[in-house]
């Protein structure tokens, strides 16, 4: 059974990728990504000397700064920051420049559905723009789950709010892109077959919540192939941290 979608697209497929980075010039790092009319710009400042309250000063210190596209941030926003923070300390290298604070900016240009993804997206990208050393790269996806039980992919602000539920899924990048030497393990297990960061949002069975995982890392293949390829049209200047 296919589902009905308004833009014709099938149940698994992604809207149109673009990416852009070094688009900023005051900034250490920048990017903007495009899924559809969803569109996010990331600035990367640092890293500068100092960590802030609360921090281990032992490791390098990330923020995270969401700028809506109007109005003040909320709730959702705050909480969209905190998943973010957590999700890029989990890819930088943390100890190879301790005692400093990295800020990363995110601009809401335009939200049509899938924005925290895209955001996490964008954000990985103005990090490899910067220099930052990061483990690997992440990449992420928005998978719905409709009232009929079909499970859809990259949904739009419209299909997101008819949903009964959605996961947020981030998942390592492969890592031939980012370490060429050999695919590098976690206690056995190839980092490749990990989550790093996983967000629901209404009522799923477990079932489909596993069904998610399963079409969010199939599609997370499709990403990393965009990812590697915006990578050789656009070499990093590895120079630009530290």
């Known amino acids: 059974m296919e589902v009905d979608r308004e833009d014709g697209r099938s149940q698994n497929q992604l809207r149109p990728l673009a990416c852009s980075r070094s688009i900023l010039h005051r900034?250490?790092?920048?990017?903007?990504?495009?899924?559809?009319?969803?569109?996010?710009?990331?600035?990367?400042y640092g890293p500068r000397a100092g960590t802030k309250k609360n921090e281990n000063p032992e490791k390098a210190c990330i923020e995270v700064i969401w700028k809506p596209k109007t109005g003040q941030i909320g709730k959702l926003e705050k909480e969209y920051e905190m998943i973010l923070k957590r999700t890029l300390q989990s890819i930088c290298i943390l100890t190879v420049n301790p005692n400093t604070?990295?800020?990363?900016?995110?601009?809401?240009?335009?939200?049509?559905?899938?924005?925290?993804?895209?955001?996490?997206?964008?954000?990985?990208?103005?990090?490899?723009?910067a220099g930052i050393p990061m483990r690997h790269l992440a990449v992420a996806i928005c998978c719905c789950v409709a009232r009929s039980g079909l499970v859809i992919l990259d949904p739009t602000k419209l299909e997101e709010q008819k949903m009964k539920a959605f996961a947020y899924l981030v998942f390592p990048n492969s890592v031939h892109s980012v370490l060429p030497k050999g695919p590098p393990s976690v206690q056995g297990e190839p980092i490749?077959?990990?989550?790093?960061?996983?967000?629901?949002?209404?009522?799923?069975?477990?079932?489909?919540?596993?069904?998610?995982?399963?079409?969010?890392?199939?599609?997370?293949?499709?990403?990393?192939?965009?990812?590697?390829?915006?990578?050789?049209?656009?070499?990093t200047n590895s120079s630009k941290a530290g």
């Open 192 to 235: 490749e077959n990990g989550i790093i960061t996983s967000f629901t949002h209404g009522t799923m069975s477990v079932d489909d919540y596993f069904y998610c995982l399963e079409r969010g890392r199939a599609a997370s293949t499709k990403l990393s192939d965009f990812l590697r390829r915006n990578l050789q049209q656009q070499p």
């Open 27 to 44: 900034a250490h790092g920048s990017a903007s990504w495009s899924q559809g009319d969803t569109k996010v710009l990331a600035a990367v």
């Open 101 to 129: 604070t990295t800020s990363v900016m995110i601009q809401v240009v335009n939200d049509d559905g899938a924005l925290l993804p895209s955001a996490i997206n964008a954000a990985c990208m103005a990090l490899v723009d």
